[in-house]
């Protein structure tokens, strides 16, 4: 097993949480059940995306080692590391075949946006901080599939995603002022004890609970 495929492993586990269904999901629902079978498990950014640095906006697959990147949290933080993977379109079974696409501001974003199924994203909203205790919280671009045009993209060619790496897990502004989450370097660690309990603050969300919040956003 390489070591990207293992730290995809560790990712998978961390994200599992997200898509149970729990008994509190609203019945009047019609959402799909989402595993992480149904999609692409990788995480990270597809080439042309823009990110916020200490000379201004920077396509993420510009961004080099010890540049200065803009957090949400942290200000200014030092990249460990650009990681590019590239995913032959072949390689691609056609029902994982998609990324999500998310019209021009809905998340804060100034340009129409795809991002990868699994990739997390902040949510910002008031009736999350009723709900949760905080009104940013944290989920995959997966489960906002209906949430303000957000849809299914299908996945033509081959595409290059781009894993920017920090000391710590941070909170990166991009495209705007949509807020994705970058991992810390210890998540590819090939020593399993290395890669240490996530200490973000952000209440992360299950399917279950997206649906309520959307639901409560829209007065249901």
């Not at 995306?49 to 906006?57: H, I, L, N, S």
């Not at 697959?61 to 995913?87: H, K, P, S, W, Y």
């Not at 004890?193 to 609970?209: H, I």
Request: hydrophobic residues 40%; negative net charge; proline residues 5%.
């Amino acid at each position: 097993m390489s070591l990207l495929s293992s730290s995809m492993d560790i990712l998978t586990t961390r994200l599992k949480p997200f898509l149970d269904i729990s008994a509190r999901a609203p019945r009047r629902s019609t959402a799909k059940v989402l595993s992480t079978g149904s999609m692409l498990r990788e995480v990270g950014l597809l080439s042309g995306t823009m990110v916020a640095t200490d000379t201004g906006w920077c396509p993420i697959e510009r961004v080099l080692a010890d540049d200065q990147i803009m957090t949400f949290d942290n200000g200014m933080q030092t990249v460990v590391q650009n990681r590019a993977m590239v995913i032959r379109r072949k390689d691609i079974p056609d029902h994982k075949a998609f990324s999500m696409f998310v019209p021009r501001g809905v998340l804060g974003n100034r340009t129409d946006l795809n991002l990868l199924p699994m990739q997390e994203v902040i949510l910002e909203s008031d009736a999350a901080e009723t709900m949760f205790g905080n009104a940013f919280v944290l989920t995959p671009a997966a489960l906002l599939e209906g949430y303000q045009g957000i849809t299914r993209h299908p996945i033509m060619t081959d595409i290059k995603l781009h894993m920017l790496t920090f000391k710590e897990e941070q909170i990166v502004q991009t495209d705007g002022e949509i807020l994705v989450l970058a991992q810390s370097e210890r998540c590819f660690s090939p020593f399993a004890e290395t890669v240490g309990a996530d200490r973000n603050v952000y209440p992360r969300l299950t399917q279950a609970q997206v649906l309520e919040l959307v639901n409560a956003e829209h007065g249901h």
